[in-house]
């Protein structure tokens, strides 16, 4: 995990060097880990949270209000790449990966 968070604020840095040029290849890669750190996070939130009758009811509290604050950033996230890929990187949604996406945006309707 660390390595990845190293990772992500590496690439913001590299993306950002420039400025005010935003080099969009290392800005999509931070985007896109941070993306997917918000859906594994909230994804194994979710899964814990429909077995709150293991844990205690204080720790499941905390699990329903930990899967409700990622939701929130869920949406907005997924959204936030989308459009920067087609804004910054000018990938057109013709040219993203779906089954990759779909993977991914299967829970957002």
């Not at 400025?19 to 594994?40: F, R």
């Not at 720790?59 to 899967?67: D, R």
């Not at 929130?72 to 996406?101: Q, S």
């Amino acid at each position: 995990m660390t390595e990845f968070g190293e990772e992500t604020i590496a690439l913001i840095d590299q993306s950002l060097k420039d400025l005010p040029a935003v080099d969009p290849t290392p800005a999509a890669k931070a985007i896109k880990n941070i993306w997917l750190w918000t859906l594994a996070a909230y994804e194994v939130t979710r899964t814990l949270h429909q077995r709150k009758e293991i844990f205690t009811q204080n720790t499941a509290c905390q699990l329903g209000q930990l899967k409700r604050q990622l939701s929130t950033l869920r949406m907005p996230m997924a959204k936030l790449f989308d459009a920067f890929l087609v804004t910054y990187a000018n990938i057109k949604p013709k040219d993203i990966d779906v089954d990759e996406l779909q993977k991914f945006h299967k829970s957002n309707p």
